[in-house]
């Protein structure tokens, strides 16, 4: 009975095998475009299979125990706890511990349909795909399409119902690179590298996460670009937020170094926000470095106690530290004024074709700190407004100090104003503005006391100036300040 059996088992894989071979082939030649000829083997030795002749001359086959089916002559094969086959339709179904393999990709699944004349494959329930660049899907269903020569130059793996892509790319001498996680509602790989995601995309790395309604990844050229409501977290020991309408993300060994957002653009760091409608940042080992800032609708860079607005503005960070900005374009400097000294709801201000401001990141000890002025120049029909403290304690009447011209350069010493120097080469103008709350054309000088603290205002003498500094005469009443400093212009 026993070799009964078997023989039976061989003569059924024979007739099956010639009825799949039929299926693929016509007239003793293989199909146009086919690259598969499908062959059965029996797993166990308790594989059945059941054989239907249709009217077309193709057989119908039923098979239950453990099957494989493979592709003659190829590195294919299709494993599975039972199978049906429909010779009409050059269609199969394999059900139970399906495990499908080729050159270029696995797929386990509780279900899969293989569609012959197509090379597309249909994995269904709990779907574990392992590509050979080391990259893996997991999700509930999955399409996967094979290579097909003057069709699709690669093989492309379709995920839907939120799958969870872990995505590996080699680096020049085969080592893999730390891995790229993708979830979204629907994601496209192309080959090994070329990713599509699209609805609530949540990608992840070991230097950054970032979302999106849609994400492109290219682990090759080390590109993605994500759209619509697109954010970027900076994950180094000093992180930064990015976000835009769209966002454009260059690395370099698995390592972020530049990021472009455009449309509503904003970063926070813990030193500067910048806002603007395009903003280009340069990163260095997680750190955010340097940050670009133009566009139709200007740039405004915030930082604690400051403001800048100009057409342009280039940021220069150190260790995450505001180190420099350039404001160029209409530029305007605001401030809070001492506060400690100070009440006073107007801020002072620097204006200028182009401002530069500097600061001392030396004198910062932590990274909470935010680095203090350390000088700030206005370049090009220059002026400044600042409210100077008296000697006698708080007030909500500073002392007033307005000047203009062709260059202002403010110097501060541990955040305080130390030197206003004012220039206007040739026959510009410079004009300088001191309004003492005191109603006093001069610091008190009674024994004992000691002069009040103001900045003092350098014109170079080989300069024509006119009217350096003004200051009401003795006894005479005190101009109170203005609601608004921009009235203080020439």
Same mark, same amino acid.
């Given at each position: 009975?026993?070799?009964?059996?078997?023989?039976?088992?061989?003569?059924?894989?024979?007739?099956?095998?010639?009825?799949?071979?039929?299926?693929?082939?016509?007239?003793?030649?293989?199909? @146009?475009?086919?690259?598969?000829?499908?062959?059965?083997?029996?797993? #166990?030795? @308790?594989?059945?299979?059941?054989?239907?002749?249709?009217?077309?001359?193709?057989?119908?086959?039923?098979?239950?125990?453990?099957?494989?089916?493979?592709?003659?002559?190829?590195?294919?094969?299709?494993?599975?706890?039972?199978?049906?086959?429909?010779?009409?339709? @050059?269609?199969?179904?394999? *059900?139970?511990? /399906?495990?499908? #393999?080729?050159?270029?990709?696995?797929?386990?699944?509780?279900?899969?349909? %293989?569609?012959?004349?197509?090379?597309?494959?249909?994995?269904?329930?709990?779907?574990?795909?392992?590509?050979?660049?080391?990259?893996?899907?997991?999700?509930?269903?999955?399409? %996967?399409?094979?290579?097909?020569?003057?069709?699709?130059?690669?093989? #492309?793996?379709?995920?839907?119902?939120?799958?969870?892509?872990?995505?590996?790319?080699?680096?020049? $001498?085969?080592?893999?690179?730390?891995?790229?996680?993708?979830? &979204?509602?629907?994601?496209?790989?192309?080959?090994?590298?070329?990713?599509? $995601?699209?609805?609530?995309?949540? +990608?992840?790395?070991?230097?950054?996460?970032?979302?999106?309604?849609?994400?492109?990844?290219?682990?090759?050229?080390?590109?993605? !670009?994500?759209?619509?409501?697109?954010?970027?977290?900076?994950?180094?020991?000093?992180?930064?937020?990015?976000?835009?309408?769209?966002?454009?993300? %260059?690395?370099?060994?698995?390592?972020?170094?530049?990021?472009?957002?455009?449309?509503?653009?904003?970063?926070?760091?813990?030193?500067?926000?910048?806002?603007?409608?395009?903003?280009?940042? #340069?990163?260095?080992?997680?750190?955010?470095?340097?940050?670009?800032?133009?566009?139709?609708?200007?740039?405004?860079?915030? &930082?604690?106690?400051?403001?800048?607005?100009?057409?342009?503005?280039? *940021?220069?960070?150190?260790?995450?530290?505001?180190?420099?900005?350039?404001?160029?374009?209409?530029?305007?400097?605001?401030?809070?004024?001492?506060?400690?000294?100070?009440?006073?709801?107007?801020?002072?201000?620097?204006?200028?074709?182009?401002?530069?401001?500097?600061?001392?990141? /030396?004198?910062?000890?932590?990274?909470?700190? @935010?680095?203090?002025?350390?000088?700030?120049?206005?370049?090009?029909?220059?002026?400044?407004?600042?409210?100077?403290?008296?000697?006698?304690?708080?007030?909500?009447?500073?002392?007033?100090?307005?000047?203009?011209?062709?260059? +202002?350069?403010?110097?501060?010493?541990?955040? !305080?104003?130390?030197?206003?120097? *004012?220039?206007?080469?040739?026959?510009?103008?410079?004009?300088?503005?001191?309004?003492? &709350?005191?109603?006093?054309?001069?610091?008190?000088?009674?024994?004992?006391?000691?002069?009040?603290?103001?900045?003092?205002?350098? *014109?170079?003498?080989?300069?024509?100036?006119?009217?350096?500094?003004?200051?009401?005469?003795?006894?005479?009443?005190?101009?109170?300040?203005?609601?608004?400093?921009?009235?203080?212009?020439?």
């Amino acid at each position: 009975m026993m070799a009964t059996s078997r023989r039976n088992r061989a003569v059924h894989s024979l007739i099956l095998a010639g009825a799949l071979l039929l299926a693929s082939t016509a007239d003793g030649q293989p199909a @146009s475009g086919r690259t598969c000829e499908l062959e059965f083997l029996p797993l #166990r030795d @308790s594989t059945s299979s059941v054989l239907e002749r249709q009217m077309s001359g193709k057989y119908n086959a039923f098979q239950g125990g453990g099957v494989r089916y493979s592709c003659k002559g190829q590195d294919v094969t299709m494993d599975a706890d039972s199978a049906a086959y429909y010779g009409d339709l @050059s269609i199969l179904y394999l *059900v139970g511990q /399906v495990h499908y #393999r080729d050159e270029d990709a696995t797929l386990d699944a509780d279900r899969l349909t %293989y569609y012959q004349n197509e090379e597309w494959v249909i994995a269904e329930g709990n779907v574990l795909a392992n590509m050979k660049s080391g990259s893996t899907m997991r999700g509930p269903s999955a399409e %996967y399409f094979r290579a097909l020569p003057g069709v699709r130059p690669t093989e #492309r793996l379709i995920a839907t119902g939120r799958p969870t892509f872990s995505l590996r790319q080699p680096d020049s $001498a085969g080592v893999a690179r730390p891995a790229t996680g993708v979830i &979204a509602d629907r994601v496209t790989a192309e080959g090994d590298s070329l990713v599509y $995601a699209g609805g609530a995309v949540e +990608i992840t790395r070991p230097d950054l996460t970032a979302n999106a309604d849609s994400a492109m990844l290219d682990e090759g050229r080390e590109y993605g !670009q994500l759209l619509r409501n697109a954010r970027v977290l900076g994950r180094g020991e000093q992180g930064f937020t990015l976000t835009g309408l769209t966002i454009d993300l %260059y690395s370099s060994a698995k390592q972020l170094e530049r990021v472009v957002s455009l449309g509503d653009a904003q970063v926070q760091s813990d030193d500067i926000t910048v806002t603007s409608d395009t903003l280009d940042l #340069r990163v260095t080992g997680g750190k955010l470095t340097r940050a670009f800032a133009w566009g139709p609708g200007r740039a405004h860079a915030t &930082a604690p106690g400051r403001d800048m607005r100009a057409d342009s503005l280039d *940021v220069r960070l150190v260790d995450s530290k505001l180190r420099e900005l350039y404001a160029v374009g209409e530029a305007r400097l605001e401030s809070v004024p001492d506060t400690t000294n100070i009440r006073s709801n107007e801020r002072d201000w620097l204006v200028g074709d182009t401002v530069i401001a500097s600061f001392d990141t /030396v004198a910062v000890d932590d990274s909470t700190t @935010s680095p203090p002025l350390r000088e700030v120049r206005a370049l090009g029909a220059a002026r400044s407004f600042q409210q100077i403290p008296p000697d006698s304690g708080i007030t909500e009447k500073p002392s007033l100090h307005y000047v203009s011209g062709k260059t +202002i350069t403010i110097a501060f010493d541990s955040g !305080q104003v130390r030197q206003v120097m *004012v220039t206007s080469p040739d026959s510009g103008q410079t004009v300088g503005l001191y309004l003492d &709350a005191t109603g006093q054309t001069a610091p008190p000088d009674e024994p004992g006391e000691q002069p009040r603290q103001t900045p003092s205002v350098t *014109v170079p003498p080989s300069l024509p100036a006119t009217t350096p500094v003004r200051t009401p005469p003795p006894g005479a009443p005190v101009r109170q300040p203005p609601s608004r400093p921009e009235q203080f212009h020439e």
